[in-house]
């Protein structure tokens, strides 16, 4: 014990020391900002009903049609080059089907990217600037636009907006605070500070990224379904205290889903996800439980670890660039450990899924996924399945199929917690 508390007084340092450091891409987290962060607690939000390209390889403009004129902040970003509208939250009711690219966009998307805040983001097929960019009040029956056209630059010409040092950051769309201390006034002080164990549920994907799509379901509605249903069956045991990283269809950055768990402390972080195999790469199906890895098992792995820690740049801005943790001699400590604890907790999960759901052949796999990275909260990422397999998908869809997944995936988690609680005595298993 008092080695693992020396442990923690050296993490703790570095990571104090590596939270001084610049961010390398707060530029360009920051560009993408909008100004204005308006309350979710608004009834009514503006309705986007149609929006449309035209144009060509040299001019191209789109046009977003709105019951109402909204503010907006327009930026391009390299890398690859992309055009990020951040807006006011809106209700996107769109016909299916739109986001099909025309001219100098090869395809674009939109969703909630925070609280209050919804994006639209386009893929370019090269360099381009914003020419011009506008908001048209309604008139003459017509509904108020934006308008955003985009011209064709050269390579040496193109210059990603720059940010002004003071926008914002992104915030996260759920509260990273510490856990909660014992209340200042004199009734509240005789109630007992919650120090049961924390276990974070994050529903992979989420507004403006749906993941993978099948038969008309995307992945972040499945998991989000099954992490609600996760969340309700270990509440009930009164064990736990259960937080999501996202409740809702919220997009949060993948650094964002770490903090989460490492600011209060998890006794253990689930990342849960429902992959889909390109058509070219055959037909695969049942669970598969990831640990973190700097070399990936497979390929398959690699291909998938890849898509996942791609999912920041979907949204419009990409972390891959930040630094890592400075003291990572320090860290490896405490990381050696906490990857034998997710080890050990991956055997238990599957040991006790494999009873009750369809496995993948080979159902233990490692890669190096960027949300599986706090150095100090043992963590596993687990695909319940394949959204492009027939069978899974009508498992993922399944009431039944989701409560015995659940039930058994609780019984994976009460056995390693009460493990982990009797080794470190009476205190929450960190």
């Known amino acids: 014990m008092a080695s693992r508390a020396k442990q923690r007084v050296l993490l703790g340092c570095a990571l104090l020391c590596a939270a ?4 390398a891409d707060s530029s360009r987290l920051s560009a993408a900002e909008s100004q204005a962060q308006p309350s979710v607690a608004a009834a009514n939000f503006p309705i986007a009903s149609a929006a449309r390209l035209a144009g060509d390889g040299k001019q191209t403009r789109f ?3 709105l019951d109402q004129t909204v503010s907006f902040r327009a930026v391009t ?16 009711q769109l016909p299916a089907g739109t986001g099909t690219g025309r001219g100098l966009v090869k395809a674009f998307r939109y969703g909630l990217v925070m609280p209050g805040g919804s994006r639209i983001v386009f893929d370019l097929t090269g360099p381009a600037k914003i ?7 309604a008139a003459n029956g017509q509904p108020a636009r934006l308008v955003l056209e985009l011209e064709e630059v050269d390579r040496a010409a193109f210059a990603p907006s720059v940010a002004s040092e003071n926008r914002p950051e992104l915030r996260p769309a759920i509260a990273t605070a510490a856990p909660a201390t014992v209340p200042a006034t004199a009734e509240a002080a005789q109630q007992k500070v919650d120090d049961r164990p924390v276990v974070v549920i994050d529903p992979g994907h989420g507004g403006i990224d749906n993941g993978t799509q099948s038969s008309g379901e995307s992945e972040k509605n499945l ?11 270990l509440e009930k045991t009164g064990k736990y205290r259960v937080v999501m990283t996202r409740d809702d269809d919220t997009f949060i950055p993948l650094n964002d889903r770490v903090k989460v768990a490492r600011n209060l402390k998890a006794a253990l972080f689930v990342s ?3 992959d889909a195999l390109p058509k070219a790469e055959g037909d695969a199906q049942g669970a598969t439980i990831y640990t973190l890895s700097d070399k990936a098992s497979d390929a398959e792995a690699q291909r998938l670890a890849d898509a996942e820690n791609r999912a920041d740049a979907i949204a419009g801005f990409n972390l ?3 630094p890592t943790d400075v003291a990572d001699i320090l860290i490896d400590l405490t990381q050696r450990e906490t990857r034998t604890f997710s080890s050990r907790f991956a055997r238990l999960l599957m040991g006790e899924m494999k009873s009750s759901v369809r496995m993948h052949k080979h159902p233990l796999k490692s890669a190096g996924f960027r949300v599986l ?9 687990v695909e319940i399945g394949y959204v492009s397999n027939k069978g899974d998908l009508e498992h993922l869809v399944s009431e039944g199929w989701r409560s015995r997944a659940v039930g058994s995936m609780a019984q994976a988690i009460d056995a390693f917690l009460a493990k982990r609680m009797a080794t470190a005595g009476a205190g929450p298993a960190n």
Request: aromatic fraction near 8%; charge should be negative.
């Open 20 to 23: 001084a450091l610049p961010c």
């Open 272 to 274: 849960i996800h429902a």
């Open 373 to 381: 990275k706090a150095p100090d909260v043992p963590s596993v990422l």
């Open 223 to 233: 998991v989000l379904a099954f992490g609600r249903a996760l969340r309700d069956r």
């Open 63 to 65: 046009i977003l049609d």
């Open 131 to 137: 020419a011009s960019s506008y908001v048209l009040e």
């Open 77 to 92: 970003l390299a890398d690859p080059y992309r055009v990020v509208v951040d807006v006011p939250q809106l209700n996107f």
């Open 320 to 322: 891959a660039e930040e």
